[in-house]
Protein backbone atom coordinates (compact mmCIF):
# COMPACT_ATOMS: atom_id res chain seq x y z
CA UNK A 1 0.00 0.00 0.00
CA UNK A 2 3.16 2.44 0.83
CA UNK A 3 4.27 2.08 -2.76
CA UNK A 4 1.43 4.47 -4.40
CA UNK A 5 2.84 7.80 -2.52
CA UNK A 6 6.07 6.95 -5.04
CA UNK A 7 3.64 6.38 -7.83
CA UNK A 8 2.07 9.76 -7.28
CA UNK A 9 5.41 11.70 -6.14
CA UNK A 10 4.42 12.38 -2.28
CA UNK A 11 7.87 11.44 -1.25
CA UNK A 12 9.37 14.71 -3.62
CA UNK A 13 8.97 16.70 -0.93
CA UNK A 14 8.04 16.49 2.82
CA UNK A 15 4.79 17.01 3.76
CA UNK A 16 2.68 16.87 6.94
CA UNK A 17 -0.13 13.86 7.33
CA UNK A 18 -3.01 13.54 9.21
CA UNK A 19 -4.71 10.31 10.36
CA UNK A 20 -7.79 9.42 12.39
CA UNK A 21 -8.81 6.38 13.93
CA UNK A 22 -7.92 3.74 11.25
CA UNK A 23 -6.48 6.10 9.02
CA UNK A 24 -4.34 6.59 12.37
CA UNK A 25 -3.62 3.55 12.68
CA UNK A 26 -1.91 3.94 8.69
CA UNK A 27 -0.68 7.09 8.91
CA UNK A 28 1.56 6.24 11.85
CA UNK A 29 3.00 2.70 10.16
CA UNK A 30 3.77 4.95 7.66
CA UNK A 31 5.53 7.55 9.58
CA UNK A 32 7.99 4.64 11.33
CA UNK A 33 8.99 3.35 7.87
CA UNK A 34 9.23 6.78 5.69
CA UNK A 35 10.44 9.27 8.19
CA UNK A 36 12.49 11.35 5.68
CA UNK A 37 9.09 11.57 3.30
CA UNK A 38 7.50 13.42 6.46
CA UNK A 39 8.10 16.79 8.39
CA UNK A 40 5.22 15.93 10.33
CA UNK A 41 2.05 13.93 11.47
CA UNK A 42 -0.75 14.11 13.60
CA UNK A 43 -2.58 11.06 14.83
CA UNK A 44 -5.96 11.75 15.94
CA UNK A 45 -7.20 8.85 18.22
CA UNK A 46 -5.80 6.45 16.70
CA UNK A 47 -6.55 2.58 16.21
CA UNK A 48 -3.47 -0.26 16.37
CA UNK A 49 -2.73 0.28 19.91
CA UNK A 50 -2.63 -1.78 22.60
CA UNK A 51 -5.17 0.49 24.96
CA UNK A 52 -4.69 0.17 28.75
CA UNK A 53 -8.35 0.80 29.46
CA UNK A 54 -10.61 -1.12 26.30
CA UNK A 55 -13.66 0.08 25.13
CA UNK A 56 -16.77 -1.69 24.59
CA UNK A 57 -16.37 -1.39 21.08
CA UNK A 58 -13.24 -3.14 21.04
CA UNK A 59 -14.70 -5.62 23.10
CA UNK A 60 -16.99 -6.11 20.29
CA UNK A 61 -14.96 -6.31 17.97
CA UNK A 62 -13.38 -9.03 19.79
CA UNK A 63 -16.54 -10.94 19.82
CA UNK A 64 -16.90 -10.69 15.76
CA UNK A 65 -13.71 -11.61 14.74
CA UNK A 66 -14.37 -15.00 16.01
CA UNK A 67 -17.64 -15.21 14.62
CA UNK A 68 -16.52 -13.67 11.40
CA UNK A 69 -19.61 -11.40 11.60
CA UNK A 70 -18.73 -8.77 9.27
CA UNK A 71 -22.52 -7.71 8.79
CA UNK A 72 -22.27 -6.70 12.97
CA UNK A 73 -20.00 -3.67 12.40
CA UNK A 74 -21.36 -0.53 14.58
CA UNK A 75 -19.45 1.67 11.75
CA UNK A 76 -20.79 0.25 8.73
CA UNK A 77 -24.43 0.97 9.33
CA UNK A 78 -27.06 -0.37 6.47
CA UNK A 79 -29.91 1.51 7.43
CA UNK A 80 -31.44 4.82 8.95
CA UNK A 81 -31.71 3.15 12.70
CA UNK A 82 -28.03 1.77 12.38
CA UNK A 83 -26.59 5.41 11.70
CA UNK A 84 -28.43 7.15 14.26
CA UNK A 85 -26.34 4.47 16.40
CA UNK A 86 -23.48 4.58 14.58
CA UNK A 87 -23.43 8.65 15.48
CA UNK A 88 -23.88 8.16 19.35
CA UNK A 89 -21.76 5.81 19.23
CA UNK A 90 -19.20 8.12 17.86
CA UNK A 91 -20.20 11.61 19.02
CA UNK A 92 -20.41 12.82 22.34
CA UNK A 93 -22.02 15.64 20.58
CA UNK A 94 -25.63 14.95 20.03
CA UNK A 95 -26.32 16.17 16.67
CA UNK A 96 -30.00 16.80 15.62
CA UNK A 97 -29.91 14.87 11.75
CA UNK A 98 -33.07 14.79 10.00
CA UNK A 99 -34.02 11.44 8.81
CA UNK A 100 -33.69 12.69 5.55
CA UNK A 101 -30.34 13.61 5.91
CA UNK A 102 -29.51 10.16 7.73
CA UNK A 103 -31.11 8.33 4.24
CA UNK A 104 -29.24 9.96 2.05
CA UNK A 105 -25.98 8.93 4.10
CA UNK A 106 -26.97 5.77 4.14
CA UNK A 107 -27.48 5.55 0.22
CA UNK A 108 -23.83 7.14 -0.66
CA UNK A 109 -22.57 3.74 1.67
CA UNK A 110 -23.99 0.98 0.97
CA UNK A 111 -22.31 0.46 -2.74
CA UNK A 112 -19.19 0.38 -1.22
CA UNK A 113 -20.19 -1.28 2.27
CA UNK A 114 -19.10 -4.93 1.24
CA UNK A 115 -15.55 -3.18 0.51
CA UNK A 116 -15.68 -1.26 3.64
CA UNK A 117 -16.57 -4.64 5.84
CA UNK A 118 -13.41 -6.18 4.42
CA UNK A 119 -11.14 -3.64 4.89
CA UNK A 120 -12.34 -3.00 8.12
CA UNK A 121 -12.10 -6.68 9.21
CA UNK A 122 -8.81 -6.94 7.76
CA UNK A 123 -7.34 -3.97 9.90
CA UNK A 124 -8.88 -5.52 13.20
CA UNK A 125 -7.39 -8.89 12.33
CA UNK A 126 -4.45 -10.28 13.77
CA UNK A 127 -1.85 -9.23 11.56
CA UNK A 128 -2.90 -5.84 11.91
CA UNK A 129 -4.60 -5.40 15.07
CA UNK A 130 -1.32 -3.59 17.14
CA UNK A 131 0.26 -2.47 13.75
CA UNK A 132 0.80 0.96 15.67
CA UNK A 133 1.59 -0.47 19.12
CA UNK A 134 4.38 -2.57 17.21
CA UNK A 135 5.97 0.22 14.96
CA UNK A 136 5.23 3.43 17.16
CA UNK A 137 9.29 3.04 18.50
CA UNK A 138 10.20 3.79 15.05
CA UNK A 139 8.40 6.80 14.69
CA UNK A 140 11.26 10.27 14.67
CA UNK A 141 8.72 12.28 12.91
CA UNK A 142 7.94 15.45 15.22
CA UNK A 143 4.27 13.82 16.27
CA UNK A 144 1.15 15.33 17.43
CA UNK A 145 -2.10 13.34 19.02
CA UNK A 146 -5.34 14.70 19.92
CA UNK A 147 -7.84 13.28 21.23
CA UNK A 148 -11.21 13.58 22.72
CA UNK A 149 -11.88 12.57 26.17
CA UNK A 150 -14.98 10.91 25.49
CA UNK A 151 -14.29 8.52 23.21
CA UNK A 152 -16.40 5.41 22.97
CA UNK A 153 -14.77 3.79 20.18
CA UNK A 154 -11.26 4.02 21.51
CA UNK A 155 -10.36 4.60 24.64
CA UNK A 156 -8.15 8.04 25.29
CA UNK A 157 -5.92 5.80 27.51
CA UNK A 158 -4.26 5.33 23.94
CA UNK A 159 -3.01 9.25 24.27
CA UNK A 160 -0.79 8.56 27.41
CA UNK A 161 0.56 5.06 25.68
CA UNK A 162 2.02 7.26 22.63
CA UNK A 163 3.25 9.83 24.88
CA UNK A 164 5.15 7.21 26.76
CA UNK A 165 6.57 5.60 23.28
CA UNK A 166 7.60 8.99 21.88
CA UNK A 167 8.99 11.04 24.20
CA UNK A 168 8.14 14.88 22.63
CA UNK A 169 5.46 14.07 20.93
CA UNK A 170 2.34 16.51 21.92
CA UNK A 171 -0.66 15.11 23.33
CA UNK A 172 -3.91 17.30 23.37
CA UNK A 173 -6.90 16.10 24.86
CA UNK A 174 -10.05 17.81 24.47
CA UNK A 175 -12.82 18.29 26.49
CA UNK A 176 -16.99 17.26 26.18
CA UNK A 177 -15.37 15.49 22.44
CA UNK A 178 -15.65 11.44 21.24
CA UNK A 179 -14.41 10.05 18.56
CA UNK A 180 -15.73 11.89 15.76
CA UNK A 181 -12.85 14.74 16.67
CA UNK A 182 -13.03 16.49 13.05
CA UNK A 183 -17.05 16.97 13.69
CA UNK A 184 -17.43 17.80 16.83
CA UNK A 185 -14.61 20.22 17.61
CA UNK A 186 -13.79 21.53 13.90
CA UNK A 187 -12.22 24.69 14.91
CA UNK A 188 -10.02 23.67 17.88
CA UNK A 189 -8.78 20.54 16.18
CA UNK A 190 -8.01 22.54 13.17
CA UNK A 191 -6.18 25.21 14.80
CA UNK A 192 -4.00 22.57 16.93
CA UNK A 193 -2.76 21.48 13.42
CA UNK A 194 -2.33 24.82 12.03
CA UNK A 195 -0.13 25.63 15.03
CA UNK A 196 1.98 22.08 15.15
CA UNK A 197 2.41 22.35 11.82
CA UNK A 198 3.75 26.04 11.73
CA UNK A 199 6.36 25.48 14.78
CA UNK A 200 7.51 22.82 12.36
CA UNK A 201 8.19 25.26 10.08
CA UNK A 202 9.65 27.60 12.30
CA UNK A 203 11.89 25.23 13.34
CA UNK A 204 12.89 24.23 10.44
CA UNK A 205 13.87 27.25 9.41
CA UNK A 206 15.91 28.04 12.34
CA UNK A 207 17.86 25.05 12.00
CA UNK A 208 18.49 26.03 8.50
CA UNK A 209 19.81 29.37 9.65
CA UNK A 210 22.34 27.88 12.48
CA UNK A 211 23.72 25.43 9.26
CA UNK A 212 24.39 28.23 7.26
Same mark, same amino acid.
Given at each position: ?5 E?I?? =? ?12 ? +?????Y? =? ?10 L ?6 QY ?6 V ?9 ? @?????? $???S ?7 ? $? ?13 ? $????? @????? +? *?????E?F ?7 S ?5 ? +? ?14 N ?5 ? =??? =? ?9 Q? !?L $????? !? ?5 R??K? &? ?10 ? *? &?A? *?? *?????
Amino acid at each position: MFKEHEKIGL =SRKPFHLIGTSMGG +NVAGVYA =SRHPSALCGVTLICPAGLQYPTESKFVQHLRELEQTQ @DSDGIP $LIPSTTEEMEEM $LKLCSYVRFKIPKQI $LQGLV @DVRIP +N *NDFYRECFMELVGEKSRHSLHE +NMHLISTPLQVIWGKNDQVLDV =SGA =SVLAKAIPGSQV !HL $LDNCG !HSVGMERPRKS &AQLIMDFIIAQQ *N &AAV *NS *NKKLS
